[in-house]
């Protein structure tokens, strides 16, 4: 996993202390790519799941608002969880228990979306 290119369909063996590719890694940092929120692999970022992800849940993920809304959201938190994650030193214990609460959270809606 760590010498593997971190997009979803991409078996390109790199350095353990890189993430993607040569050309995933371009395309990263141009924006067109970033995490699935069920996966964490990278997916493009115009799509809301990678194409794995979206085959295996149920069609109506794309059609149904809510759930679509969701991903979006969950996507989101995660990009704000490990920005956070890395930031807490000298944190007092009630905000540390908000954000332990915020990814419990978001593991739990992972889930269900992972379940269709
Ligand atoms: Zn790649
Ligand atoms: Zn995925």
Not at 2 to 25: L, M, R, Y
Not at 51 to 71: G, M, P
Not at 89 to 98: M, N, T, V
């Amino acid at each position: 996993m760590a010498n593997q290119c971190k997009f979803w369909d991409c078996f390109e063996k790199i350095s353990p202390v890189h993430t993607f590719c040569g050309d995933h890694f371009e395309w990263a940092q141009a924006g067109d790519i970033d995490d699935c929120p069920l996966c964490d692999r990278g997916k493009f970022s115009k799509y809301p799941l990678c194409t794995d992800c979206e085959t295996n849940s149920s069609d109506s993920i794309k059609t149904d608002n809510t759930k679509l809304a969701t991903i979006h959201l969950l996507s989101v938190v995660n990009d704000l969880m490990t920005m956070v994650n890395s930031d807490t030193a000298g944190w007092p214990d009630e905000k540390l228990r908000q954000l332990d609460r915020l990814e419990h959270a978001a593991n739990m809606v992972r889930k269900e979306l992972q379940s269709g």
